[in-house]
Antibody
Framework: QVQLVESGGGVVQPGRSLKLSCSVS????????MHWVRQAPGKGLEWVAV????????YSTDSVKGRFTISRDNSKNTLFLQMNSLRPEDTAVYYC??????????????WGQGTLVTVSS | DIQMTQSPSSLSASVGDRVTITCRASQTISSYLNWYQHEPGKAPRLLIY???SLQSGVPSKFSGSGSGTDFTLTISSLQPEDFATYYCQQTYSPPYTFGQGTNLEIK
């Protein structure tokens, strides 16, 4: 079955960088778009970014543009989120997620369990 | 960006009840609307996509309707496992914004 396992979370100081990874299995990674979604403590879900199956197209929410970069390594079945210039408001559980369909990548069909990122001095 | 507004933000109901949650988009999104269920400590779960299509494996007591700017999620015959937070999300254009969530609690 579909498995999405995030890693790389932890405590980081404001202004520093962190790179999240998501290792996937149970489906053909090279055929699906992938997302990152986050949830700050006590808050709702916030969509962060999406990348197309081939890595050629990416979109992100305004609050992370210029700071976060979504990427993928299709040879290693792995999704990444490079987070630079981190701010306290980036503190959240970060979920890796898989698109529902092969053609339409916007809808999220499966989610990982999440990894916690805490930005604090 | 498209803003998504859910109502109510919280809802108390009893086992066996039927409840409806509403989601409104700040502009027309056709039927590009999904509903998710999220229990604390668990991964969110897709319930409904394209406004009214039931995701595989999801019980038929969940149903969605609407198009344009106004959408609803209805849950019939509530069971203890249904008490969770529910989110709508638009996938009409990025950023694919979520509603603020509706916390469904046991009365």
């Amino acid at each position: 079955q579909v498995q999405l396992v995030e890693s790389g979370g932890g405590v980081v100081q404001p202004g520093r960088s962190l790179k999240l990874s998501c290792s996937v299995s149970g489906f053909t990674f090279t055929s699906y778009g992938m997302h990152w979604v986050r949830q700050a403590p006590g808050k709702g879900l916030e969509w962060v970014a999406v990348i197309s199956f081939d890595g050629k197209n990416t979109y992100s929410t305004d609050s992370v543009k210029g700071r976060f970069t979504i990427s993928r390594d299709n040879s290693k079945n792995t999704l990444f989120l490079q987070m630079n210039s981190l701010r306290p408001e980036d503190t959240a559980v970060y979920y890796c997620a898989k698109s529902l369909g092969r053609v339409e990548m916007a809808t999220i069909g499966h989610w990982g369990q999440g990894t916690l990122v805490t930005v604090s001095s | 960006d498209i803003q998504m507004t859910q109502s109510p933000s919280s809802l108390s109901a009893s086992v066996g009840d039927r409840v409806t949650i509403t989601c409104r988009a700040s502009q027309t999104i056709s039927s590009y609307l999904n509903w998710y269920q999220h229990e604390p400590g668990k991964a969110p779960r897709l319930l409904i996509y394209a406004a009214s299509s039931l995701q595989s494996g999801v019980p038929s007591k969940f149903s969605g309707s609407g198009s344009g700017t106004d959408f609803t999620l209805t849950i019939s015959s509530l069971q203890p496992e249904d008490f969770a937070t529910y989110y709508c999300q638009q996938t009409y254009s990025p950023p694919y914004t979520f509603g603020q969530g509706t916390n469904l609690e046991i009365k």
